[in-house]
């Protein structure tokens, strides 16, 4: 298994992030602040630097106004597509 943070799968994550933030009207400091952390943090996820792992993923859609399970659902599915 190759490292995943600069993968095709990993530009799919940080871009859902990216137009899910967008989409909820906030910009990375907003979100980072909704989130209790550093607005760096939120720059490097969208940008790929960081990896997002299962519980900090969970807070991000939750802040980002979402369904966790929905979002995840649609991303296996796009990264399915994907990797055809």
Same mark, same amino acid.
């Given at each position: ?19 899910? *933030? ?8 907003? &979100?980072? !602040?909704? @989130? +209790? ?12 630097? *960081? ?8 807070? &991000?859609? !939750?802040? @980002? +106004? ?19």
């Amino acid at each position: 298994m190759k490292k995943s943070v600069h993968s095709k799968l990993s530009k799919t994550f940080c871009d859902r992030i990216r137009s899910l *933030r967008e989409k909820a009207g906030m910009t990375q400091r907003d &979100l980072a !602040k909704a @989130l +209790g952390r550093e607005h760096g943090m939120v720059a490097r996820i969208e940008l790929g630097e *960081r990896r997002v792992d299962l519980v900090e993923a969970f807070e &991000l859609f !939750k802040t @980002l +106004g979402t369904d966790p399970a929905k979002e995840v659902a649609s991303l296996m599915d796009e990264f399915e597509l994907l990797t055809k």
